[in-house]
């Protein structure tokens, strides 16, 4: 559909020939439109006006009915978001410093990066935790300007140690369950000691016989310090509710760790586990206490039956004597 500009040179003029009235005043003969006090002047005038009138308004509704709008050069082009400037293997920037950039440094801190004990999930080897230098740049970049960096290698030792025992007791959890909640059940009815060195015991087995371990990998791992999880949040409320009963003593961090596991079947799925980190009274010598709450998210019903067969079997069994039983029959064998 077309639109049909009015162009004021093609508009009909008046022929200066044409008879007029008798009253009509004289028309010179250069004229083009006729003089204001013809009524005819007046007439085309109002033509004119309609026809601009409906011409603006059908370009008007013409813009309006468009479903597409040019943007404006004017707009800002988008930013990239925070999120997508972060590594989405632990949620940390991409790249961090390796260098003493900070003014406010006081000594030289260790450029070395320690190999950890936990397999990636790509196969690439183990994951590496950051140098003592990265640790404190990494501090700096999220606000933690008053970081003494004297105490960042003392820093980055505990990080490192807390790191692997939250990979020891997933591995735990692994050796349960990665077989499937029967076997894990079986296990785990005859409390927790027993279940522990029935799933070593079956680790070995497995060894000999020359089957392919089943050792879950890290895939991927954040930080959500500013996220109690809910069974953080309910002890929390305990302690408000019974004070003398339940310590106030909210975890310090929190992290959500996410395991490949691996079936002897060769199948694999993804497992996420979360991890509370609690600080305890120091040693008498002065060295700090930490306690790490590690268990599987209830992201699906699997995930709840195992924890509940984990703590459930052990409470059951305990309850119905059965750590009584297993001590007397430790001292009939040793008469």
Not at 53 to 69: E, F, G, K, V
Not at 163 to 178: D, M, Q
Request: some cysteine; glycine content about 8%.
């Amino acid at each position: 559909m077309g639109w049909f500009w009015v162009d004021k040179s093609a508009i009909a003029q008046p022929n200066p020939s044409q008879a007029l009235p008798p009253s009509h005043p004289p028309l010179p003969r250069d004229a083009a439109e006729p003089p204001p006090a013809c009524p005819m002047h007046n007439s085309l005038a109002r033509d004119s006006n309609k026809e601009t009138a409906a011409l603006s308004s059908a370009a008007a509704s013409t813009q309006s009915a468009c479903p597409y709008n040019p943007p404006s050069s004017s707009e800002p082009t988008p930013t990239p978001s925070y999120i997508s400037k972060l590594n989405p293997l632990n949620y940390m920037p991409t790249s961090i410093s390796n260098t003493r950039d900070a003014a406010e440094q006081s000594v030289a801190l260790p450029l070395s990066r320690e190999p950890s004990t936990i397999p990636r999930g790509d196969g690439s080897g183990n994951w590496e935790y950051p140098s003592p230098q990265q640790m404190y740049n990494a501090m700096l970049r999220k606000g933690y300007t008053d970081t003494p960096a004297e105490h960042v290698e003392s820093m980055v030792a505990v990080h490192n140690f807390l790191n692997e025992g939250a990979w020891e007791e997933i591995k735990g959890w692994e050796g349960l369950f990665a077989q499937g909640i029967g076997r894990g059940w079986e296990w785990c009815k005859n409390g927790e000691d027993h279940a522990m060195r029935s799933a070593q015991l079956e680790a070995l087995r497995r060894e000999r016989r020359g089957e392919a371990a089943a050792d879950p990998k890290l895939l991927r791992f954040m930080g959500r310090p500013n996220e109690p999880t809910p069974k953080a949040r309910m002890l929390s409320f305990m302690a408000w509710l019974y004070p003398s009963q339940f310590p106030d003593n909210p975890p310090f961090d929190r992290h959500d760790w996410f395991v490949q596991r691996q079936a002897p079947g060769g199948a694999t799925r993804e497992v996420r586990y979360v991890i509370d980190y609690y600080s305890g009274p120091p040693e008498p010598t002065g060295e700090p206490v930490f306690y790490l709450d590690v268990r599987p998210a209830v992201d699906s019903p699997t995930a709840a039956c195992e924890r509940l067969a984990r703590w459930g079997g052990d409470v059951w069994y305990r309850a119905s004597g059965g750590s009584v039983r297993e001590e007397l029959e430790r001292r009939g064998r040793g008469r």
